[in-house]
């Protein structure tokens, strides 16, 4: 009796990414970063579990605070009226917080991005969520 060739079966492979939930994988070399160390500031910081709400349409879901060097903007996402995006355009701030998930977009890049530049941040929101 002869065996059946591996590579004929219809089931993908067990590295294939197309199985289970998907997951994003975030850019590690994001050359927007600069040399900074990324914190936020006290005024873009949550309070009382309650998101920030949007500076233009004080919406309080699923929004971002932009990381630029002082500058204290937040904005809801492309999935609400889209004001962080319009920010980015309006003044080239590349780097944002999602309050939601805790994830680091770049603009320029468009990805998600981790680096160690961004442990400082990190450790902060570990130690307001926590």
């Not at 780097?95 to 680096?115: E, G, H, K, N």
């Amino acid at each position: 009796m002869s065996q059946s060739n591996s590579s004929a079966s219809s089931e993908p492979p067990a590295d294939d990414n197309r199985r289970g939930p998907f997951a994003i994988v975030p850019k590690y070399d994001c050359p927007h970063l600069g040399e900074n160390a990324y914190v936020l500031l006290q005024s873009t910081q949550q309070q009382d579990d309650q998101q920030p709400p949007c500076v233009d349409c004080n919406n309080t879901q699923e929004n971002w605070a932009c990381l630029h060097e002082d500058c204290n903007y937040i904005g809801c996402s492309r999935y609400q009226q889209k004001h962080m995006l319009k920010h980015h355009e309006s003044t080239g701030h590349n780097i944002c917080l999602s309050y939601s998930d805790r994830s680091v977009f770049c603009y320029a890049c468009d990805s998600y991005i981790d680096s160690p530049q961004l442990h400082l941040l990190s450790r902060q929101l570990n130690q307001v969520f926590y």
